[in-house]
């Protein structure tokens, strides 16, 4: 049930301001931007009895003449007496002045678990929203790349049943056209909105999606429910000359690693695997 977000004018996103305010951050390095942000939040019914949260981050900066700055962050959290969860993550990578490479990778994890009693009522609202953009000056001498997507999964520990998932996913690359932002989810979310606004093409690219919704359930039974959510993002920018051609492999292996390994729908194997 793959989802493709209608563009829409209504679902405004000021990419050249965003652009502009991260070149501004450090000048000189405005020759290439990349960015990806991920958040999810939840409202449960109740308060989960166990909860676990991480959050990671990695950036990687090589020079070869140039300058690169690169910079991650995240943030996961889940609430007991309010129950509520969230995660957010985003990576931000920009360069200029002569080869460089830069990646920045950021990831955050939240798990809660219920125990609900029966014939009660459980049931959690959601919102999730993505932004990633990517710029350069010059075509094919620069590149950007920039991936994020925002997954969760509903288990029914007892029955070892998964009764809900969702993906919204998005993937940018200055250089080529396979583009894209979906979302993917199970029949049983009640998806309340859904948009997006997006430019493929071009040296300025920007992809932003939103969606919102929710689900419930009741059992016959005592049953234990756990939520599993994770943000991840990464974000690339190079500018390589042949003399740059051991970085340039890193960079290979790292951008062929976003499509084979991303690039999945598969939340049970996705959260078994990167977890």
């Keep these: 049930m793959k989802r493709y977000l209608q563009k829409i004018e209504r679902f405004i996103l000021a990419v050249s301001l965003l652009v502009a305010t991260v070149s501004a951050t450090s000048p000189g390095l405005a020759a290439t931007v990349s960015f990806s ?33 690169t910079t991650s962050d995240a943030i996961a959290f889940v609430g007991t007496e309010a129950p509520q969860g969230s995660g957010y993550s985003q990576s931000l990578g920009q360069g200029g002045d002569g080869d460089h490479i830069g990646v920045a ?18 049931f959690f609202d959601f919102a999730a929203i993505l932004n990633l953009v990517t710029s350069i000056d010059t075509s094919n001498k620069e590149d950007a790349i920039a991936y994020g997507n925002v997954v969760f999964e509903l288990l029914d520990i007892n029955e070892n049943r998964l009764l809900d998932f ?36 071009g040296n300025q690219e920007f992809a932003r999606g939103f969606v ?27 500018v390589a000359e042949p003399s740059f051609v051991f970085a340039l492999l890193l960079v290979f292996a790292i951008s062929i690693a976003f499509k084979l ?12 695997t990167d977890v």
């Design 261 to 272: 390994k991303y690039k999945t729908h598969n939340i049970k194997e996705t959260m078994n």
């Design 166 to 201: 969702f993906v919204l996913e998005s993937y940018l690359a200055a250089n080529k056209d396979d583009d894209f932002i979906i979302f993917d989810a199970s029949d049983n979310l009640i998806i309340n909105d859904s948009a997006a606004e997006f430019n493929f093409g």
């Design 212 to 238: 919102s919704g929710g689900s419930g359930y009741s059992f016959t039974q005592p049953t234990t429910l756990v939520l599993s959510a994770y943000t991840k993002n990464r974000a690339l920018v190079q």
């Design 37 to 69: 942000r991920g958040e999810i939040q939840f409202d449960f019914s109740q308060s989960p009895i166990v909860t676990q949260t991480n959050a990671n981050t990695s950036a990687v900066s090589i020079f070869g003449g140039g300058r690169v700055l």
């Design 105 to 122: 990778e950021s990831q955050a994890f939240l798990r809660a678990t219920f125990d609900v009693a029966e014939n009660t009522p459980f």
